[in-house]
Nanobody
Framework: QVQLVETGGGLVQPGGSLKLSCAAS????????MAWVRQAPGKGPEWLSH???????YYSDSLKGRLTISRDNAKNTLYLELNSLKPEDTAVYYC??????????WGQGTRVTVSS
């Protein structure tokens, strides 16, 4: 079955950096665009970035310059680097498998807390 397992979250100080990973299994990783979505406390989901199997990427305008998405197709793993973190980046970060027009699978999420 399809599984997406995020790791790498935790507590980080403002201005710090973090790299999240998403290990995918149960499907042909190279056949799908993969995405990162976050949900901050009390807010709705926010689409951050996605990466096509070719390696081409999209970033949310509000976070462009502070995020880097990448994928290692040999390891079936998606990554998200977050830099210059701010308290408002505190959220649960989800890995998602994108299909035509929608997301069909989500990971369980990894929590990122930005605080001094």
């Amino acid at each position: 079955q399809v599984q997406l397992v995020e790791t790498g979250g935790g507590l980080v100080q403002p201005g710090g950096s973090l790299k999240l990973s998403c290990a995918a299994s149960g499907f042909t990783f190279t056949a799908y665009t993969m995405a990162w979505v976050r949900q901050a406390p009390g807010k709705g989901p926010e689409w951050l970035s996605h990466c096509h199997s070719s390696g081409s990427t999209y970033y949310s305008d509000s976070l462009k310059g502070r995020l880097t998405i990448s994928r290692d197709n040999a390891k079936n793993t998606l990554y998200l680097e977050l830099n210059s973190l701010k308290p408002e980046d505190t959220a649960v970060y989800y890995c998602a498998r994108r299909t035509i027009g929608t997301v069909d699978y989500w990971g369980q999420g990894t929590r990122v807390t930005v605080s001094s």
